[in-house]
């Protein structure tokens, strides 16, 4: 019994000690990280390259021009620059979730990250597919 418990304990601690290690890998210290340092760092964490071409990016949008009774209040706001929409503004919405922006605004977003800012899920999904 004595042993058994002595076990667990050490277990503990060395688990303990590799997530203290991991965490202090993670705790970068980006006021002192180059530019270059800082892309790279952007690179390992992930979704830098994943940008949909011109062409792609229109595919799996919907343009339309707003009109304020097409939408409920609260989502008459762009959710990229945070501005609510005006009559006659043009908006793009993602056809794969429904989730609409400014056709400037998600234009520019889908050219840095093939996802949707709002929910996430990619807005094309057969981008991989198509290559
Ligand atoms: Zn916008
Ligand atoms: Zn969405």
Known sequence: MG????LMVDRSSVYESR???QYREMRLDIDNMSYEELLA???????VNTGLSECMISKCLTEKTYCSS?????EAMCAICLEGYNKKDKVAMVKNCGHGYHV????KWLSMKNACPICKASASADSLKEG
């Not at 042993?3 to 002595?6: D, F, G, I, M, Q």
């Not at 760092?41 to 979704?47: M, Q, V």
């Open 104 to 107: 400037g605004c998600i234009k």
């Open 19 to 21: 997530m203290f290690d």
């Open 3 to 6: 042993s058994e418990a002595l």
């Open 41 to 47: 760092l952007g690179e390992r964490i992930g979704n």
């Open 70 to 74: 097409d939408q409920n209040q609260e």
